[in-house]
């Protein structure tokens, strides 16, 4: 917007434009239909641009100071997270762990119940007496099979308990690699 004055014979002064009272309208057609001028801090009458070579320049350099800026946010936030993430992943593999071990002592002591239950009857503790002690009964003959194959025998309660266990996927080796869990 442009101040008005006006002068001793009346005539008004615009930024752009001067009038006089008795001016065609051609003038003051001309008059809004300028070029438009900007000026920069400098103070320089300036065309068409709006921001002078070195503020461009300037924009250019500092670019590349947001995406580092970002990268090292980044970096200072994973430092500072990571002791408490560590503990945190560490829990939750113990936890894990100890909810397997358990699943399995719980299948073992089932396993156990029910044969307390057994030998709770007769006919469970003759079942017994027969396979273990190797007693008969009056008139029965007992024979003895040897295998000739040596097959190790595998222990059922560990085999119970480790039934339930895993295997760790690629991410759970790698975070364990990471967070120095062996």
Request: zero cysteines; aromatic letters at 4%; proline letters at 3%.
């Amino acid at each position: 917007m442009a101040r008005k004055t006006s002068s001793r014979n009346g005539a008004t002064a615009s930024g752009r434009a001067r009038t006089t009272k008795g001016g065609s309208s051609s003038s003051r057609r001309r008059a809004s239909t300028g070029t438009r001028t900007t000026r920069s801090k400098s103070g320089s009458s300036r065309r068409g641009s709006s921001t002078s070579a070195p503020a461009r320049k300037r924009g250019r350099s500092r670019s590349y100071l947001m995406p580092v800026t970002v990268i090292l946010v980044m970096i200072l936030a994973a430092w500072s997270l990571y002791p408490a993430a560590r503990v945190q992943y560490r829990e939750t593999r113990e936890k894990a762990r100890l909810e397997m071990e358990l699943q399995g002592l719980q299948a073992r002591n089932d396993d156990l119940r029910e044969q307390v239950d057994r030998l709770k009857t007769p006919e469970g503790v003759e079942d017994v007496a027969r396979q273990t002690l190797g007693m008969v009964k009056e008139g029965e003959n007992a024979y003895v099979v040897m295998d000739t194959q040596d097959e190790s025998v595998v222990d059922r309660p560990a085999e119970i308990a480790d039934s339930g266990i895993a295997e760790d996927t690629f991410w759970q080796d790698l975070l364990d690699m990471v967070f120095g869990i062996e």
